[in-house]
């Protein structure tokens, strides 16, 4: 019994060691990162989705209700809302409070700075922008027009560009932070989804999506943009390719930006006048 016992424990260590070793040379070696990490956001969108629809079987009355497709577009924001706090920590953690792009005496240019942890997130990000830009062509348009085709297929080049050449990596996280509206955007589906809408909880909902938008989707492209400026010595060192998307990804996307926060607002007033209503008809009625 102790030699099998003794060979069964070798036999297990001898494939754990082989396992590490695999790991550690291929699908987390330098070179794989990109492809692994990639792997790994599509995966998880498979699984997040899987989840919601079974989370959501149990605990949201109103979605067994709900048609087929409505299930698919309330499972499928589900894996949008989670890749928007994996990315916005990932990317208010680099831009704000890591060393890699703040610390002078690191060496290397501010744009050509980039780490394993940065490429595996940014790999993570575009795995997502494949999976939700195929679910809304696959559904297409009832998950989302034009606009959200061009704002993926924009994104997912300035993400596939930055994570495989190193390059202005910087930038792309700070443009990535506006995806930190995501989640509130989806939950405002959501409350109407449920009948919620005449509730403060939907009202709420509005004002923050608003605020956040402004800060993060608005203001934030404004520095970004002034921090370009400031480096640009720098910035146009990049390879052309990479200098054209510095400028005109975030240009294109802040013009999308715009184009919805317009819609934001008009929605926020419109909400709010509502609310306004009932309450002036009780005056007059006193």
Known sequence: MEAVSKQTTMAVKSYTNHAHMLVKNYLLADPFVPYTSILGGILACKV???????????YIKTYPSLTKFQRVDWN??????THAIFISAM???FVFWSDLFSDPQ???LIVFRSSTLSTSGLGVSLGYFFSDLAMTLWQYPAL??????IHHFLSGIAVAYSMFTGEAQLYTYMVLISEITTPEIHLRWYLDTAGMKQSIAYLINGIII???WLIARVLLFG???????LHYDQVIKMHTFGFVLVFGVPSALGILNMMWFGKIIRGLVKT???????TKEVEGEN
């Open 48 to 58: 997040v989705y899987d989840l919601t629809d079974l989370i959501s079987s149990f």
């Open 76 to 81: 499928n924001r589900g894996i949008s809302t």
């Open 91 to 93: 990317s208010l953690y």
């Open 106 to 108: 690191l060496s290397g």
């Open 144 to 149: 989302g027009g034009m606009e959200y085709v």
């Open 210 to 212: 608003f605020i956040g």
């Open 223 to 229: 520095f970004m943009f002034y921090h370009v400026y």
């Open 272 to 278: 709010l006048a509502k609310r306004r209503s009932p």
